[in-house]
Protein backbone atom coordinates (compact mmCIF):
# COMPACT_ATOMS: atom_id res chain seq x y z
CA UNK A 1 0.00 0.00 0.00
CA UNK A 2 1.47 3.06 -1.05
CA UNK A 3 1.83 5.84 1.40
CA UNK A 4 2.00 9.68 0.82
CA UNK A 5 2.96 12.04 4.03
CA UNK A 6 3.46 15.71 3.73
CA UNK A 7 5.25 17.87 5.65
CA UNK A 8 7.19 21.76 5.96
CA UNK A 9 3.28 23.48 6.25
CA UNK A 10 3.32 26.15 8.62
CA UNK A 11 2.79 30.06 9.40
CA UNK A 12 4.57 32.34 7.01
CA UNK A 13 4.52 36.23 6.01
CA UNK A 14 4.14 37.58 2.62
CA UNK A 15 6.93 37.55 0.49
CA UNK A 16 8.52 34.67 2.71
CA UNK A 17 8.96 30.93 1.23
CA UNK A 18 8.76 27.50 2.64
CA UNK A 19 9.35 24.21 1.22
CA UNK A 20 7.15 21.66 1.58
CA UNK A 21 8.16 17.35 1.32
CA UNK A 22 6.19 14.52 0.69
CA UNK A 23 7.62 11.17 1.21
CA UNK A 24 6.85 7.87 0.06
CA UNK A 25 6.66 4.40 1.01
CA UNK A 26 5.05 1.07 0.30
CA UNK A 27 6.45 1.69 -3.81
CA UNK A 28 9.32 3.44 -5.33
CA UNK A 29 7.96 6.25 -7.14
CA UNK A 30 10.53 7.45 -9.50
CA UNK A 31 8.78 6.49 -12.61
CA UNK A 32 5.33 7.99 -11.38
CA UNK A 33 4.18 11.32 -12.19
CA UNK A 34 3.19 12.81 -8.87
CA UNK A 35 1.74 16.53 -8.38
CA UNK A 36 0.77 18.80 -5.75
CA UNK A 37 -2.86 20.23 -5.29
CA UNK A 38 -4.45 22.76 -2.79
CA UNK A 39 -7.77 23.85 -0.92
CA UNK A 40 -8.78 26.90 0.29
CA UNK A 41 -11.40 27.44 2.73
CA UNK A 42 -14.50 27.40 0.62
CA UNK A 43 -12.86 26.21 -2.69
CA UNK A 44 -12.34 23.32 -4.39
CA UNK A 45 -9.27 21.88 -5.05
CA UNK A 46 -6.40 23.34 -7.17
CA UNK A 47 -3.42 21.84 -9.01
CA UNK A 48 -0.39 23.18 -8.11
CA UNK A 49 2.37 21.69 -10.11
CA UNK A 50 3.79 17.95 -11.55
CA UNK A 51 6.43 16.53 -12.65
CA UNK A 52 6.18 13.41 -14.91
CA UNK A 53 9.12 10.62 -15.49
CA UNK A 54 10.76 11.00 -19.05
CA UNK A 55 13.64 8.56 -20.18
CA UNK A 56 17.04 8.62 -18.82
CA UNK A 57 16.22 10.00 -15.75
CA UNK A 58 14.65 13.33 -16.63
CA UNK A 59 11.83 14.81 -15.76
CA UNK A 60 9.33 17.51 -17.14
CA UNK A 61 7.33 19.83 -14.58
CA UNK A 62 3.99 21.43 -15.12
CA UNK A 63 2.75 24.29 -12.83
CA UNK A 64 -0.83 26.08 -12.41
CA UNK A 65 -0.79 29.64 -13.61
CA UNK A 66 -1.04 31.17 -10.04
CA UNK A 67 2.14 29.46 -8.94
CA UNK A 68 4.58 29.76 -12.06
CA UNK A 69 8.04 31.24 -11.37
CA UNK A 70 7.36 31.69 -7.76
CA UNK A 71 6.96 27.63 -7.05
CA UNK A 72 9.44 24.88 -7.78
CA UNK A 73 8.46 21.13 -8.25
CA UNK A 74 11.36 18.94 -7.54
CA UNK A 75 12.16 14.77 -6.36
CA UNK A 76 14.83 13.05 -4.67
CA UNK A 77 14.15 9.18 -6.00
CA UNK A 78 17.11 8.11 -3.66
CA UNK A 79 14.33 8.92 -0.93
CA UNK A 80 11.24 8.35 -2.62
CA UNK A 81 10.17 12.35 -2.09
CA UNK A 82 8.78 15.22 -3.93
CA UNK A 83 9.45 18.81 -2.83
CA UNK A 84 7.70 22.05 -2.79
CA UNK A 85 10.00 25.21 -2.68
CA UNK A 86 7.41 28.22 -2.88
CA UNK A 87 8.85 31.35 -2.68
CA UNK A 88 7.40 35.31 -2.75
CA UNK A 89 4.24 33.45 -0.94
CA UNK A 90 1.17 35.45 -1.13
CA UNK A 91 -1.78 35.68 0.74
CA UNK A 92 -3.64 33.93 -1.86
CA UNK A 93 -1.32 30.91 -1.41
CA UNK A 94 -2.93 30.04 1.86
CA UNK A 95 -4.12 26.74 1.83
CA UNK A 96 -4.11 22.79 3.06
CA UNK A 97 -1.34 21.22 0.24
CA UNK A 98 -1.74 17.80 -0.81
CA UNK A 99 0.43 15.54 -2.76
CA UNK A 100 -0.22 13.03 -5.28
CA UNK A 101 0.68 10.11 -7.12
CA UNK A 102 -0.22 7.84 -9.94
CA UNK A 103 -0.57 4.30 -9.70
CA UNK A 104 0.70 3.81 -13.99
CA UNK A 105 3.07 5.14 -15.64
CA UNK A 106 2.31 7.77 -18.23
CA UNK A 107 1.98 11.62 -18.50
CA UNK A 108 1.28 13.88 -15.20
CA UNK A 109 -2.31 15.81 -15.04
CA UNK A 110 -3.84 18.57 -13.58
CA UNK A 111 -7.07 16.33 -12.76
CA UNK A 112 -7.27 15.21 -9.76
CA UNK A 113 -9.24 11.94 -10.30
CA UNK A 114 -6.09 10.74 -12.31
CA UNK A 115 -4.00 10.45 -9.28
CA UNK A 116 -4.99 7.15 -7.15
CA UNK A 117 -2.47 8.25 -3.92
CA UNK A 118 -2.69 10.94 -1.63
CA UNK A 119 -1.19 12.58 1.53
CA UNK A 120 -3.05 13.82 4.16
CA UNK A 121 -2.17 17.40 3.58
CA UNK A 122 -0.05 20.22 5.14
CA UNK A 123 -1.12 23.50 6.07
CA UNK A 124 -0.11 26.65 4.68
CA UNK A 125 -0.95 30.05 6.52
CA UNK A 126 -0.08 33.27 4.63
CA UNK A 127 -0.20 36.48 7.03
CA UNK A 128 0.99 39.39 8.34
Known amino acids: QVQLVESGGGLVQPGGSLRLSCEGS????????MAWFRQAPGKEREFVAA???????????DYGDSVRGRFTISRDDAKNTLFLQMNNLKLEDTAVYSC??????????????????WGQGTQVTVSS
Open 100 to 117: AAMSELGPSSRSTSAYAY
Open 51 to 61: VRWLARSSYRA
Open 26 to 33: GRTLSRYA
